[in-house]
């Protein structure tokens, strides 16, 4: 944490519980008494923060009630991570369907994201300008069984899905048992375990025409089994990797790639003319080659 993160805490701190004991800073701040007490001059001697220590309620506080309301701090530039994990999140709220389960409850978060990145040295707005985010080529349907497929995830319990396969033309009727929700490249899939197919299988959301939450329980497959299965192999695709994809890229294009991160288990080396390889395993081409296009 740097030292103006810490000052901003400690300005938060108060203005959020009106006195703060010493030690809830120790504690939080994970700092020494002699830190704290630097932080402490700096914040009122260069900062003129009106904060005093109140002896009968034993903390710190501001001076005045609602003091802190009117005392600022200069900006905070967040981390790269922060930034873009905030920024990640509006973009993803502002695009979920105001029709879906989360619509009424979309605005709110949005203030609050809002408020937080207002303490940066630049308003929310500025900052929204400044760092955008692009999807893939996010599928434009409506997901019409978002919430049924929630609620049975949510509630541990088995879903009857009309699906449709684009890539066989092919309409299946199949009960299933939801494991989990993946956004993947700006559009939605579920993980889960199909009783029809007797295995595990991801199944686009754009693909699902109907769902009904039943009332029988949804069998439980473990993290372990799950990680195995749709985290092996290149992708989104799931299943064992049944193939090995190796790489070779020019000297030119090594200087992007060889900083980039295409599998968990991938293994990598450059040969003696410079170009950079590249090995993983993977289970069907069509998003490899995508990549690669």
């Known amino acids: 944490m740097s030292d103006l993160e810490r000052l901003h805490k400690i300005n938060y701190m108060i203005q959020n519980q009106g006195c703060v004991p010493i030690e809830e800073f120790l504690t939080k701040l994970e700092i020494s008494r002699a830190t704290f007490k630097r932080d402490l001059d700096y914040l009122r001697d260069r900062m003129n923060a009106p904060i005093v220590y109140d002896r009968a309620m034993g903390g710190y506080r501001f001076d005045k009630p609602n003091a802190g309301d009117k005392f600022e701090l200069p900006g905070l530039w967040f981390s790269e ?12 709220l502002s695009n979920l369907d105001t029709n879906g389960l989360l619509s009424p409850h979309i605005a709110p978060l949005m203030n609050i994201i809002d408020g937080i990145l207002g303490q940066s040295e630049i308003s929310a707005k500025e900052l929204r300008k400044r760092i955008k985010v692009f999807g893939m080529s996010a599928r434009k349907n409506i997901l019409e069984n978002f919430e049924e497929v929630g609620v049975s995830l949510l509630k541990r319990q088995r879903l009857h899905l009309s699906y449709y396969s684009k890539g066989k033309d092919e309409l299946t009727e199949r009960t299933v048992s939801p494991q989990r929700l993946i956004f993947y490249r700006d559009n939605w899939y579920l993980d889960a375990h199909c009783h029809m197919r007797k295995g595990l299988r991801s199944f686009v959301m754009d693909g ?8 029988e329980k949804a069998i439980e497959v473990s993290e372990k089994e799950l990680h195995e299965n749709f985290a092996e192999s290149y992708g989104i695709f799931s299943g064992k990797a049944t193939q090995r994809a190796k790489l070779r890229f020019t000297p030119q294009k090594a200087r992007w790639v060889a900083a980039e991160t295409w599998h968990g288990q991938q293994v990598s080396s450059f040969d003696k003319d410079g170009n950079y390889l590249l090995e993983f395993d993977y289970n069907q081409d069509p998003e490899l080659v995508m990549e690669i296009m």
């Open 208 to 215: 699902i025409q109907a769902a009904r939450v039943l009332e």
């Open 81 to 92: 991570k922060e930034a873009t994990a905030l920024v990640l999140m509006q973009h993803l």
